[in-house]
């Protein structure tokens, strides 16, 4: 494993992750432990909108920690939920879920192991 630390001020924002909708400030982890975790900021992106696919991610560990604005999320079993910032989920291995509707301003944190992991889009 390698030591690693990230300034707000170092990183810089991709719209190159998962959802289209989205941008990713990658943290360092997935380096640092040797793709075992990974870890970024995500926020969301000026003029795109939540899609609402069904998918679930083939993973050990998934943590989302929200840092400012809001989502709203759809779990199997679970019903919706408006995550605020303060807000802390952890999503079980393998849960189905959707991304309904999120805040302009919305940025979170997202910790996941493996730091490779595969998602699986879902039809409803």
Same mark, same amino acid.
Not at 1 to 15: C, D, E, L
Not at 91 to 100: A, D, K, L, T, Y
């Given at each position: 494993?390698?030591?690693?630390?990230?300034?707000?001020?170092?990183?810089?924002?991709?719209?190159d992750g998962m959802r289209p909708y989205f941008e990713y400030r990658d943290l360092g982890i997935h380096t640092a432990t040797k793709g075992a975790a990974v870890m970024h900021v995500i926020k969301?992106?000026?003029?795109?909108?939540?899609?609402? @696919?069904?998918? *679930?991610?083939?993973?050990?560990?998934?943590?989302?920690? %929200? +840092?400012? =604005?809001?989502?709203?999320?759809?779990? /199997?079993?679970?019903?919706?939920?408006?995550?605020?910032?303060?807000?802390?989920?952890?999503?079980?291995?393998?849960?189905?879920?959707? @991304?309904?509707? *999120?805040?302009?301003?919305?940025?979170?944190?997202?910790? %996941? +192991?493996? =730091?490779?992991?595969?998602?699986?889009? /879902?039809?409803?």
């Open positions: 494993m390698f030591f690693s630390i990230q300034h707000a001020h170092t990183g810089t924002f991709t719209h969301a992106r000026e003029g795109t909108n939540a899609t609402g @696919e069904w998918h *679930h991610h083939n993973v050990d560990l998934q943590v989302v920690y %929200v +840092l400012k =604005g809001w989502a709203i999320f759809e779990y /199997e079993g679970h019903g919706q939920h408006r995550l605020e910032a303060g807000t802390c989920v952890h999503q079980p291995p393998g849960i189905r879920h959707r @991304e309904i509707a *999120h805040s302009e301003d919305l940025e979170l944190i997202e910790i %996941v +192991l493996p =730091g490779t992991f595969e998602t699986v889009a /879902e039809s409803s």
